[in-house]
DNA sequence: ACACTATCCTGCAGGC
DNA sequence: TGCCTGCAGGATAGTG
């Protein structure tokens, strides 16, 4: 489900019940997400203050006071919901129980905040915070697209000599982390670029980047920027920590628009859907080059 | 090294 | 109405 813009709107929601809280207790419903949960999971947890709550591409990762990260993913269709209810006298359980509650975070403030996963592919896993950087699933991610380290020249090292599409390295999270299919396709809409082209092509012979390769910089830094300023996109699960819908759906460009006209000022053609990489990718034959 | 495919899982839309 | 197929915002292991 949620690319960098809607865990960073989940990351939102949650920073103000996650930091300098003390987590009391964990219910932990079932024994696997999409990797069995660590063992002990729950009982490690119990009584660890959360220092911060960062996101690293469509990580969230809560910083322990015990030198431990809690590092949560939403998988395609994982949510956090946060109930701040009181909990009924003799009830010691959420009073509302929806399927597919696989985890709840009781914080000593009495919040509790809930992990809703119907498909299952999200995960959390406990791990040293200073090891993070090596772990595995850290350890190759690119460039965070809204850090200070993204430039058309990081962007390029990454993409020199690849023969494969432009769309699929983009959506490699080993070239920039963060971004999924719908914010690829919009990137490359208002970047005038093809998702079919070769992705070497945007660099020079000396590994600096084309002026293309600078306007798509500037592409995928600006509608992250939107997407998260919307709340996210809200297709079928995304929702904001509090229940709220984000907008941004309704600012898509191409994504889900096959043979929509393109909103190019000016173009003639339509939105084509083609299939790359097992997914569909949405863009303009006429305008995307 | 690189680029596909199949796969994990549930829900939903569309066709018949 | 129901059954079937395919597709969905992710990411990896395995194959060629």
Do not use: W
Not at 71 to 91: E, Q, T
Not at 117 to 130: E, I, S
Not at 231 to 241: A, E, K, P, V
């Amino acid at each position: 489900m949620p690319e960098l813009p809607e865990v960073e709107t989940v990351r939102r929601g949650l920073e103000s019940v996650f930091t300098g809280s003390t987590i009391e207790r964990v219910e932990q419903k079932r024994a696997d997400l999409r990797f069995p949960f660590p063992e002990d999971f729950a009982s490690r947890l119990a009584g660890r203050r959360v220092l911060a709550l960062r996101r690293q591409a469509k990580y969230l990762i809560g910083e322990l006071d015990d030198a431990q990260a809690l590092v949560m993913h939403l998988g395609m269709s994982g949510s956090f919901r946060i109930d701040d209810a009181p909990l009924g006298r003799f009830h010691h359980t959420c009073l509302v129980n929806r399927a597919h509650d696989h985890v709840v975070l009781h914080f000593a403030s009495g919040a509790r905040v809930i992990y809703n996963d119907p498909r299952r592919f999200g995960f959390m896993l406990l791990a040293p915070r200073a090891d993070l950087p090596l772990h595995p699933l850290f350890a190759r991610l690119g460039v965070e697209p809204l850090g200070p380290d993204m430039s058309a020249e990081v962007l390029a090292a990454a993409l020199a000599g690849r023969k494969a599409p432009l769309k699929t390295a983009l959506l490699d999270q080993k070239t920039i982390a963060g971004l999924g299919n719908i914010y690829v396709c919009e990137a490359l809409h208002r970047a005038g670029l093809s998702p079919l082209r070769a992705a070497g092509d945007l660099v020079t012979a000396r590994g600096k980047p084309k002026r293309a390769l600078v306007d798509l910089t500037q592409a995928i830094q600006e509608v992250l920027r939107e997407a998260i300023e919307a709340g996210g996109s809200s297709l079928r699960d995304h929702r904001q920590t509090d229940g709220s819908l984000g907008y941004f759906q309704h600012s898509f460009r191409v994504y889900d628009r096959e043979d929509a006209p393109c909103p190019t000022p000016g173009c003639r053609g339509q939105i084509s859907r083609v299939g790359q990489a097992g997914r569909s990718t949405f863009f303009c034959r006429h305008c995307q080059k």
